[in-house]
């Protein structure tokens, strides 16, 4: 993530030193064409309607609409479902916290949002810490967390009607996983691309959103902005979208593989791990970023410069960064141990305690030798490619996701539940909105790695709000959408047997 500050290829630097060609008054920035300020409203118009249901439900309770009171979506919040995998709650919620100080403590920074010199002087001063250099200059490995938890639970979950065919599996686990999250990215972008930012978070409006045309919002609602040519448009929300295309491709891709012929799988495992090292190794080399390994994309746009000057700079960065033929590695072993984990527990094979607490050290070893070996880059900043670099570069972050499953199956895979407070559960469950809502935060209250505290808290308390109001009731919407669809495909199988009323079901 420090590395770009202090090189000629960032952004930074660039958009400090290059005169912007972007200076009619009837463009928006950099030659993005502004929607007419009403369209913007009309989104948030609908919101509001949809959160006067909501309110409305939770007032009448008794009524159709009850299905999206508070009180479901609070009671969904604090339902305990006691599980082996609750130890994968904290790790949830430190992922998010990595996320947080990543972008208060760096591109969230006020003094690198207004480009002023302190931005070089603060990164120089946190590299040269022997302790906390390492660990927030590689921050950006907290998506490593989110990712390993993706690949674990997405294979629990296609596991749970594995025994279906391929298509009709596919097309339910899709629709889920689509209903589940595009209401609520839906809902943020209505708001964070509104014009009303403009008046409450006027510093993320022009660093965040005003490079924003058609095709930037679309790319994020149709989950491919992390195809985008530079990520200067609600840049951040590249990772919902690899996601979303990793679940869609590489889960049903790679669980099919394993349920139909076992080795099949394995070997495609491993092919999609290992292809993914070695593009990330070949690509770094390419575009001679090896030396910076921990290379972090500053996801804000700078108004009044002129993009096409800006777009040279993330090539190769931001394809090694964001795309998931270079980013699956971590998920395809979340995805294993997620098959492994739940044929353990089927057959009732539990680890004993030396092996678990073999497992957990070995997990923290490796996790934590990942994240500081990046050192010697630190210390030789100016050293070329070599082999220490570019093995680096290839490997850390899917060998950081393995010492993640060593620490998670020393937890989880033993007969005693480990139990975790509620209230760690309930955070747990609000890392997605307080993703979605932690940046327009962090533009507005970051200032250096304390202050990081404080958008965190209050992405916390903002994706509560999102959680009641958006992401819980349109959750149980889709799931009784789903249901209809689920009983008119059945009554469609009801044919006529003569011509009264009377039905006969048709045994497919």
């Known amino acids: 993530m420090d590395h770009l500050l202090n090189s000629t290829r960032s952004p930074l630097v660039c958009c400090v030193n290059v005169t912007s060609s972007c200076h009619s008054s009837e463009m928006g920035s950099c030659g993005q064409t502004p929607f007419p300020e009403w369209i913007g409203w009309v989104p948030l118009v609908a919101l509001c309607g949809w959160i006067f249901l909501v309110m409305w439900g939770s007032i ?52 690198i949002l207004e480009r002023l010199p302190s931005a070089a002087k603060f990164k120089a001063s946190i590299r040269s810490n022997p302790l906390l250099g390492a660990f927030l200059g590689n921050s950006a490995l907290g998506v490593e967390c989110f990712l390993i938890l993706s690949g674990l639970f997405s294979a629990r979950s296609w596991m749970r009607h594995s025994q279906m065919d391929f298509w009709p599996h596919y ?43 058609a095709k930037g919002l679309l790319a994020h609602l149709s989950f491919v902005g992390n195809w985008l040519d530079m990520p200067v448009c609600l840049g951040y929300l590249w990772y919902i979208s690899l996601d979303m295309q990793i679940h869609l491709i590489i889960t049903p891709l790679i669980m099919h593989s ?121 210390w030789f900043p100016d050293m070329p490619s070599n082999i220490y670099n570019v093995t680096y570069t290839a490997t850390f972050r899917s060998l950081f996701a393995l010492g993640l499953v060593g620490i998670i199956s020393g937890l989880a895979l033993r007969k005693e539940v480990v139990f975790m407070h509620w209230t760690i559960t309930v955070v747990s469950r609000l890392t997605f909105a307080a993703y979605l809502t932690h940046m327009p935060l962090d533009a507005e209250t970051a200032g250096g790695l304390i202050w990081a505290l404080l958008p965190f808290v209050l992405s916390i308390v903002a994706a509560f709000f999102f959680f009641v109001l958006i992401e819980s009731p349109a959750g149980r919407a889709s799931i009784l959408f789903e249901n209809y669809l689920r009983s008119h495909r059945q009554e469609s199988r009801i044919l006529p047997e003569s011509p009264t009323n009377s039905r006969v079901k048709v045994d497919w």
């Not at 409450?200 to 409006?205: A, I, N, S, T, Y």
């Open 60 to 111: 009448f309770k008794e009524g159709r609409l009850g299905l999206l009171s508070i009180r479901k979506s609070w009671e969904e919040l604090t339902s305990g479902l006691q599980s082996n995998l609750d130890v994968c709650d904290p790790l949830r919620i430190f992922g998010i916290f990595w996320v947080v100080i990543n972008h208060s403590g760096s591109e969230g920074r006020v003094d």
């Open 258 to 378: 394993l349920f139909k012929n076992r080795k099949v799988g394995i070997y495609l495992s491993i092919g999609a791990i290992s292809l993914s090292t070695a593009m990330r190794g070949a690509m770094c080399v390419m575009y001679d970023t090896c030396n910076g390994s921990d290379a972090d994309i500053p996801f804000i746009s700078y108004p009044g410069v002129d993009l096409s000057m800006v777009k040279p700079i993330y090539a190769g960065i931001w394809e090694l960064y964001a795309r998931p033929q270079t980013k699956c590695g971590p998920f395809v072993i979340g995805l294993l141990f997620g098959v492994i984990s739940l044929e353990w527990e089927e057959k009732k094979i539990w680890l004993t305690k030396r092996r678990a607490r073999v497992l957990v050290a070995g997990g923290v070893a490796l996790s934590v030798s990942m994240i500081y070996f990046i050192l010697p880059e630190y």
């Open 171 to 213: 097309v339910q686990y899709a629709f889920r996983r689509i209903a589940r999250l595009y209401p609520s990215v839906i809902a943020f972008v209505a708001i964070a691309a509104g014009p009303l930012m403009k008046i409450l978070l006027p510093r993320f409006e022009a660093t965040m959103t005003s490079q924003c045309g």
